[in-house]
């Protein structure tokens, strides 16, 4: 089966532009999330939908990121104005049932933002 | 709150040798637990998990024990290769299942 497809793969980008990142999760999967990996540290959640609701924004910084999944199938996230601090790996997951204990996330292969 | 620690690397190993990373966590409730893996140029991908105390998670060789005497879930190898070079994270799953915390990671290099 095809795998968790993020778009673009590589950003570059100067602080106070705007940036979107697109994520299509494998297919039949309800649960999709995006992370924030840091250059040496581990990923970090940023928001988890379960088909196109949210779960879990809590560590979203929503003064400039937001994020939608409008059909409960791909989703966006956007970074608007970009921070110098906000380059990252962006990781999109996704995981077949509804966020339960147990469940595998299968993830991207990401996007690496560059702000300058 | 939750949370992982992991032994900071990196660590460099020749190939046949024992592998062993530590992992602790701090969690409410009884959380699921994980390693990941990321081989270069690659994204994250799951290497095993285990769901309860006592629980042993297995895959291509490495294993980890759930212990919550001890809040550990330790990953080892018997005999790692050159392919085994590899960034290795630990994680929890918290007990509503929405809350996945992440280590920072441990960068192994499996030297000939």
């Known amino acids: 089966e095809a795998g968790v497809a993020q778009s673009p793969r590589y950003k570059i980008i100067e602080k106070r532009q705007s940036v979107a990142f697109w994520c299509n999760p494998i297919s039949g999967h309800a649960t999709l999330y995006w992370y924030q990996q840091i250059l040496g540290q581990g990923p970090k959640l940023l928001i988890q939908?379960?088909?196109?609701?949210?779960?879990?924004d809590s560590q979203l910084p929503k003064d400039r990121f937001s994020a939608e999944r409008l059909k409960g199938v791909d989703s966006t996230l956007k970074i608007q104005p970009a921070k110098l601090e906000d380059s990252a790996v962006y990781l999109c997951a996704s995981s077949f049932l509804a966020g339960g204990l147990t469940d595998t996330q299968y993830f991207g292969p990401g996007t690496r933002l560059t702000v300058l | 709150g939750n949370s992982v620690t992991q032994m900071e690397g990196p660590v460099t190993l020749s190939e046949e040798a024992f592998l062993t990373i530590n992992c602790t966590y701090t969690a409410t409730g009884y959380p699921s637990l994980f390693w990941y893996v990321q081989y270069p140029g690659e994204g994250l991908q799951l290497l095993l998990k285990a769901t309860k105390a006592d629980d042993k998670g297995s895959n291509k060789g490495f294993e980890a024990t759930y212990r919550k005497e001890t809040t550990s879930f330790h990953l080892e190898k018997g005999s790692v290769q050159v392919s085994d070079s590899a960034v290795y994270f630990c994680a929890l799953s918290g007990r509503t299942g929405n809350q996945f915390y992440f280590g920072t990671g441990t960068s192994l290099t499996v030297i000939p």
């Open positions: 939908f379960q088909n196109n609701g949210v779960v879990d």
